[in-house]
């Protein structure tokens, strides 16, 4: 069954992602593209919305796009940017505002009887994030919306379905921006709302076999949510013809590689455990930039799967639970307006000589939304509810050089603050966590004794998809039972402390 699709057309915004997961929450599926790539079957899509920008439309090199196939053609909402741009270069007039208007404002004038603003009314709160102001409407403009700074918050093009506005819908802060979103797609673009989990498992199953036919894939599962609800739409789509293979890169948590095994064996699934930690480490030796050990990492996973692959034989696919952040996030490196902040080790494509195929069935989801098409397929929930864990493990929690020891160390410390979330009914209020072992040595007094030795970070987080999040307020008391804990029983540690930093400015990983 084929549902409406809404087109996104991203010109930088942090903000663009909210976009797409607001509409998606309507059950609405839709694609962010950069706006200077759009897909090239613009007649896919039932209506588009432009994002915003941290350009400014006065500027000289202002980002602006042909948008002669879709303005007037279909439904249009433009947001801040957007809304700037469509005034700017069409007869309207863009300032730079006398005040910058950052955060919460309150709609002071609603035009009635508009179909893009039912049950929106004065007062109802928007948030603000621009620093130029819309003088004056575009030709054929027509006000529907103000606050008390921004006369020209909402409007429409008289004679086109092409709205505008100032304020972010997409953000929680907007609190009826579901709302319009809601309105115009449904009741303006007549989109229908009708993507959900079940219909994603019934529709993936179904494309996958047909793709895949009698084929046989592999698939590197890692313990994660991801690979585990990818590996079970295969196995419902393909059956054995699905070899996945669960790799122990020496940097999992500890006795990780024998829980998972364990943990996999009542799913029905065909899963191999493969050691290669001499190897990973091997790679690793000597490395301690950052992108330099992710591209080891991420170049020894592959020589590991093709390994695999050549036993099997006659493997035509590789599978991975890739989803719609790590390929958003590493979208500027094919050219969007994006900046690349770290290089997932699973987005960067395969060498040619592997001659697999790729397949990703959750590539278009968000995190939330794959734990919903989960358990939809009633997957174990603890396996659901698991923190995320990234594919490159210990290494990128283990700031420089990568060593066995200092492996054992983080393994150890990571074990307690774990299990202690655990113990004290905190691990799922808890987005994701982890400890950190810094290169740094301090000095301490243990026994009497002077000591010289390693300081662990700890980080928790809260977080709806990874893409922003806040550290978490995690109780003194248990904050003070674990740094006795860790210093207690993990040998060569003598100091712990807390990471405060949200993020952005800090990522969740420390590299
Ligand atoms: N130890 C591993 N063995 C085999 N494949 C792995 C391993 N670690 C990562 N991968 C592959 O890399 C992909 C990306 O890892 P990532 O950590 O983003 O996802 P995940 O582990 O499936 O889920 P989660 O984000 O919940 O940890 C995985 O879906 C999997 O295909
Ligand atoms: O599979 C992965 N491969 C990677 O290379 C990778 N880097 C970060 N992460 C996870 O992504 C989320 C966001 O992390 P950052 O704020 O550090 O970018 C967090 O959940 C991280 O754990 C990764 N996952
Ligand atoms: N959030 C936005 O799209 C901002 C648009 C533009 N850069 C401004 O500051 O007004
Ligand atoms: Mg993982």
Redesign the pocket.
């Known amino acids: 069954m084929q549902h409406d699709k809404v087109l996104i057309l991203d010109?930088g915004?942090q903000?663009t992602q909210l976009i797409a997961r607001r509409v998606r929450e309507l059950n609405i599926y839709s694609e962010i593209h950069p706006f200077n790539k759009p897909p090239k079957n613009v007649d896919d899509y039932k209506a588009v919305i432009l994002?915003?920008?941290?350009?400014?439309?006065r500027s000289e090199d202002a980002f602006h796009p042909d948008l002669s196939e879709i303005r007037g053609k279909k439904p249009m909402l433009a947001?801040?940017?957007?809304a700037?741009y469509l005034a700017h270069f069409s007869g309207g007039e863009v300032a730079e505002s006398n005040t910058r208007e950052y955060g919460r404002a309150n709609l002071s004038f609603v035009e009635d009887n508009e179909a893009f603003l039912e049950g929106i009314q004065v007062g109802s709160q928007v948030w603000m994030?621009?620093?130029?102001?819309i003088k004056q409407l575009p030709e054929n403009g027509k006000l529907l919306a103000s606050t008390h700074d921004v006369q020209n918050a909402a409007y429409k093009i008289e004679g086109e379905t092409t709205y505008a506005i100032q304020f972010?819908p997409e953000v929680y802060h907007s609190t009826d921006g579901k709302q319009l979103l809601e309105n115009f797609l449904v009741n303006i673009a007549n989109v229908n709302p009708d993507w959900t989990p079940n219909a994603f498992v019934q529709e993936t199953v179904d494309d996958l076999q047909a793709k895949l036919g009698g084929d046989k894939v592999v698939l590197g599962l890692s313990g994660g949510v991801d690979s585990s609800v990818a590996a079970m739409l295969l196995h419902k789509a393909i059956g054995k013809n699905l070899y996945c293979i669960f790799v122990n890169n020496g940097l999992l948590r500890k006795n990780e590689f024998t829980d998972v095994l364990e943990q996999y064996k009542g799913m029905g699934l065909n899963v191999k455990g493969v050691d290669a930690s001499a190897r990973f480490l091997d790679a690793l030796a000597g490395l301690s930039d950052p992108e330099l050990k992710r591209k080891a990492i991420g170049k020894t996973f592959i020589e590991v799967f093709d390994d695999e692959a050549h036993l099997i034989q006659d493997v035509k696919w590789l599978a991975q639970g890739t989803i719609y952040p790590d390929v958003i996030e590493s979208v500027s490196a094919t050219g969007g307006p994006s900046a690349t902040i770290k290089s997932h080790h699973n987005v960067g494509g395969l060498p040619d000589y592997m001659k697999l195929q790729i397949v990703e069935p959750l590539r278009a989801l968000f995190k939330d939304e794959v734990r919903r098409v989960g358990a939809s397929m009633d997957m174990d929930k603890d396996l659901l509810g698991r923190h995320p864990f990234p594919g490159p493990g210990l290494a990128i929690r283990i700031l420089g050089d990568i060593t066995a020891e200092k492996v054992q160390i983080l393994q150890d410390v990571d074990a307690v603050f774990i299990n202690g979330l655990r113990e004290s009914g905190l691990y799922d209020k808890v987005w994701q966590a982890g400890a950190i072992l810094l290169p740094v040595n301090s000095v301490g007094v243990m026994g009497d004794e002077r000591t010289y030795e390693k300081c662990v970070a700890l980080r928790a987080v809260e977080s709806t998809d990874g893409m922003t999040a806040d550290w978490v307020n995690l109780p003194y008391e248990f904050l003070q039972k674990t740094s006795n804990d860790i210093i207690n029983k993990v040998k060569g540690v003598n100091r712990v402390v807390y990471d405060i930093s949200s993020k952005p400015p800090a990522t969740i990983e420390w590299e």
């Open positions: 010109f915004s903000y994002s915003g920008s941290p350009m400014s439309v947001v801040c940017y957007g700037q994030s621009h620093s130029d102001t972010h």
